[in-house]
């Protein structure tokens, strides 16, 4: 098994970098919001677009696309909600680093709930050879489980091409990406743990106060590390550490009867 280095979490602290890790830490999501506050942005969810865009008031929907962990999305969770702002969290069925049904996923997903903020399924259509209708049949799988999730969202796991997309013809896609596409909202993302198209605050829209739908995962916000890569790999080892504890509460058998020497 190859060696974790620890060298991934020593950084070159020259003042650019330094300024980058502020940026996309737990404190820079913080200040991020406080900055859209400031700017007299409302936070909305993505049921009151219409509405706010009839009012004419500046206004941003805050998604996140849980894709690693849902220990980090309850990490920004709660500081979304010490600042009074809600979100919308949505949840993939498929991610080989997290369980969704998980007893401690579970409570998770519950705490988001009474926090405010919505949760929707994150849907990766691949698993379905590309098919739409079947991967969306999944929506009511999932709030079978979690009958407070919103039913009429869900996003797409990487899509490529998504202008590409029969999105129109889904009423959840519809409902997340429709107004990025008819250009009433202005689409910003955090996808690969950086800005991709400049940072927010600089953004046209935000300058203009125009809405904007932000895009953000939270495990780039919650880890530390210099780049993407090395923020995956110290989460990833940290939730290796962690496995022990989990199989422990898992196999509580295993941990009290199995492993006790008998002495005769
Ligand atoms: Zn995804």
């Not at 407070?148 to 969202?153: E, H, P, R, V």
């Amino acid at each position: 098994m190859q060696k974790f280095s620890l060298e991934t979490l020593s950084f070159d602290k020259t003042k650019e970098r330094m300024k980058v890790l502020q940026e996309f830490s737990e404190e820079g999501y913080r200040e991020l919001l406080l900055a859209f506050k400031r700017a007299s942005y409302a936070f909305c969810s993505f049921d009151e677009i219409n509405q706010y865009l009839v009012k004419g008031q500046p206004f941003i929907v805050l998604r996140h696309d849980i894709d690693i962990s849902l220990r980090a999305a309850l990490e920004i969770g709660r500081v979304e909600h010490e600042q009074g702002v809600r979100a919308t969290y949505f949840i993939t069925l498929h991610s080989p680093f997290y369980n969704a049904l998980s007893r401690s996923n579970a409570e998770i997903i519950l705490q988001l709930h009474h926090w405010g903020h919505q949760v929707a399924l994150h849907v990766d259509h691949m698993v379905y050879g590309g098919d739409f209708t079947k991967a969306l049949l999944e929506v009511n799988a999932f709030a079978q489980f979690y009958p407070y999730i919103n039913t009429q969202l869900a996003s797409l796991h990487s899509p490529t091409n998504l202008e590409r997309m029969p999105i129109a013809s889904f009423e959840q896609l519809q409902n997340v990406y429709g107004h990025v596409f008819s250009k009433d909202m202005t689409y910003i993302s955090d996808s690969t743990g950086r800005w991709r198209y400049g940072h927010p605050l600089d953004s046209e829209a935000f300058l203009a106060r125009k809405p904007i739908q932000l895009l953000t995962h939270p495990i780039w916000w919650i880890q530390e590390g210099e780049t993407a890569i090395q923020k995956l790999k110290c989460w990833l080892y940290k939730d290796y550490l962690n496995s022990l504890t989990t199989a422990e509460a898992f196999l509580p058998k295993l941990f009290t009867f199995s492993n006790r020497r008998t002495t005769k």
